[in-house]
């Protein structure tokens, strides 16, 4: 790359450019779907999956992944939803779900970080586990019916503003102020960058790592909470394929294994970008074969282009 | 003979891994289920135990190749679905056949290509190709159904004084493959790469005159190849093309390598190790139907069983 503007365009996370695109895409072929109120329902829909990715940046800047928070949410909603506690209360489902998703969490981080087990294989076996348990329980027909209070919750409105988008963006800027304001933001910087320097720097990388994986599992509970919201039923499908998703959201926004230069607001914008695109897809009447291919092609190109930048720089 | 008995043991000095673990644990299972059951052991259902490993043994074999210079292969399960879909199309056998080889090892040319060339992480390379290999097969067969060539289910199907053709297909991959491993520079440079990677020196292989980039690119190529045959065979026995047959077929083959002794850092691993990790898989796959255990519990358990052994093995590094 000759020109030191051509460098500074092509660090700028992909998530940017292809929100843009498909901005454009959108207002070419249907300016009347840009108003905010279709763009709010739209938004809404991939809340949970915002979150989810606010758990996978997190893992991913520590050289880790999080692929278990499809088990995750397919546990919690089927608690929630199988009338197995009926006499619970929305507080407890809360900190049920807090529960399960800080011991999944757990679990995982113990065996990334100390027993030093590939974090892919680790995360997909505890989801599959999970999957298994759930489908098991529920002999694979639909749970039952979501509470109404969590569906009152989730179709609140402030103007065209949905609460659902509003907790999202509170959530990232808190997740973004834990990464530049408090010393743990540090330790996963300084893991990410080298694990083997920061050990010497006197960081506690295993910690760190842990850490990163509970909060991930906290994370997931959180988002299985918001999509538990978003459906009127129970399901033995529901989230399953959100956590491939938060790693393309992820990649797209400019944070791959160990380096974070799209920070939080990158994959925040990678997650907007798979919302458009969503949106895009189902006006130019592409079914669901074709969004397979074109998130395999996002995921694929976006890692391309990080990798080709990784060898030059 | 003792001395080979003992590598299978020992943790040191072996490039094989802990195959002797497995070994045992095969002979433990076949004597309980043996004794535990009735059918167990009638000629029925030890023709059915074959004909169900076979695609997993012959997949396995083909992850087994990459897991040896430290990488992975997610598409291997989307590699199979493609496969039959391309043939149960409208067409002659004469032109399905090697287009599902040709089309297979074009993309393991392209994982590999893209891992080495690209500096793209072998799990996220893999992981997109997935994607739009299901997508494409979807298009193709979006449900299972279509027509296999006559042929493909003749030679799965039948069998040759007595010996069912699924045993000739494991024992054909099975000679394939140690000539590969064991018989070629190819085999060796596999080994000395992954050597290289587990232990953290990514240019060692490369000091050495290896030509690291071409081998773990056909080490990519082959995983695809082998995969194309397991999807050959499970066409011929479900005779039609089906999207979802390759399902969590990718973590089915690691578990088998992992169960088998090979460290998934690379480097250290054998082809009789995941023989044996692929019986294992087969052997409790039949023995949970037999024992009437869940579907669901069953996948449950193997996820389990994966769990448990990659816990045992202990890198150095952390990480993906």
Not at chain 2, 6 to 26: D, E
Not at chain 2, 178 to 206: C, N, Q, T
Not at chain 2, 243 to 257: K, M, Q, R, S, Y
Not at chain 2, 259 to 266: D, E, K, N, P
Request: hydrophobic share 55%; glycine share 12%; net charge positive.
């Amino acid at each position: 790359m000759a020109s030191p503007l051509l460098r500074r365009l092509a660090a700028v996370p992909p998530a940017y450019y292809v929100f843009g695109l498909l901005l454009l895409t959108l207002w070419i072929a249907r300016p009347n779907m840009l108003n905010p109120n279709v763009l709010g329902i739209f938004i809404r829909q991939v809340v949970p999956l915002g979150i989810l990715v606010l758990a996978q940046l997190l893992v991913m800047r520590v050289r880790s992944i999080d692929l278990s928070g499809g088990g995750i949410i397919l546990l919690i909603n089927y608690f929630i939803t199988s009338r197995t506690f009926p006499e619970a209360s929305g507080l407890t489902f809360f900190l049920m779900a807090l529960a399960i998703g800080g011991a999944v969490g757990l679990l995982n981080g113990y065996m990334i970080a100390k027993r030093r087990v590939s974090a892919v294989i680790v995360t997909l076996a505890v989801s599959i586990i999970l999957v298994g348990l759930v489908q098991f329980l529920s002999s694979g027909k639909p749970p039952g019916d979501v509470p109404k209070y969590m569906n009152e919750i989730f179709d609140i409105k402030y103007g065209p503003m949905p609460l659902p988008v509003l907790f999202w963006l509170g959530c990232t800027a808190a997740m973004w102020l834990l990464m530049q304001q408090s010393v743990y933001g540090r330790y996963v910087e300084a893991v990410g960058e080298s694990a083997e320097a920061a050990a010497f720097s006197g960081v506690p990388v295993e910690r760190t790592v842990v850490m990163a994986h509970v909060l991930a599992g906290l994370i997931a509970a959180v988002a299985a909470l918001v999509q538990t919201g978003s459906i009127a039923v129970g399901s033995v499908r529901v989230g399953l394929d959100l956590p491939i998703l938060a790693v393309a959201a992820t990649i797209l926004g400019g944070v791959v294994f160990g380096r974070g230069e799209g920070g939080v607001w990158g994959p925040f914008f990678g997650v907007l970008s798979f919302a458009l695109l969503f949106v895009v897809m189902t006006v130019f009447g592409i079914d669901d074969a074709g969004k397979l291919i074109a998130q395999g092609l996002i995921i694929l190109m976006a890692a391309m282009l990080y990798g080709w930048l990784g060898k030059r720089g | 003979m003792i001395a080979l008995l003992r590598s299978g043991f020992s943790t040191r000095r072996s490039r094989h891994g802990l195959w002797g673990v497995p070994l045992v644990i095969v002979v433990a299972l076949v004597a309980l289920l043996s004794v535990g059951t009735d059918q167990f052991a009638s000629r029925e259902n030890l023709f059915n135990l074959v004909a169900q490993a076979t695609p997993l043994l012959i997949a396995a074999i083909g992850q087994l190749f990459v897991i040896l210079v430290g990488g992975l292969d997610l598409s291997v399960g989307s590699v199979i679905s493609f496969s039959t879909a391309i043939l149960s199309l409208d067409g002659p056998a004469i032109l399905l056949i090697p287009a599902v080889f040709v089309l297979a090892g074009l993309v393991g040319l392209i994982n590999g290509l893209v891992i080495t060339r690209l500096n793209v992480h072998p799990i996220i390379a893999t992981l997109a190709m997935q994607y739009v290999l299901l997508g494409i097969t979807r298009i193709l067969r979006p449900v299972s159904g279509g027509e296999v060539p006559g042929v493909v289910i003749s030679v799965v199907q039948g069998s040759f004084l007595g010996v069912p053709f699924p045993i000739l297909w494991s024992l054909l991959a099975i000679g394939l493959a140690a000539k590969v491993l064991y018989g070629s520079r190819f085999g060796l440079h596999l080994f000395g790469i992954g050597g290289g990677v587990a232990a953290g020196m990514e240019d060692a292989a490369r000091t050495y005159g290896i030509r690291v980039e071409r081998n773990i690119v056909l080490a990519y190529v082959g995983c695809s190849l082998f995969a194309a045959l397991a999807g050959v065979f499970l066409a011929g026995r479900i005779v039609s093309g089906d999207p979802n047959v390759g399902l969590l077929f990718e973590l089915d083959t690691i578990t088998a390598v992992a169960i088998g002794g090979t460290q998934l850092s690379g480097g250290i691993g054998s082809l009789h190790g995941t023989v044996l990790g692929a019986v294992i898989m087969a052997l409790l796959a039949n023995g949970m139907n037999l024992a009437n255990v869940s579907p669901y519990v069953q996948t449950a358990i193997k996820g389990g069983l994966l769990l448990a052994i990659v816990g045992l093995q202990s890198r150095k590094k952390m990480g993906l």
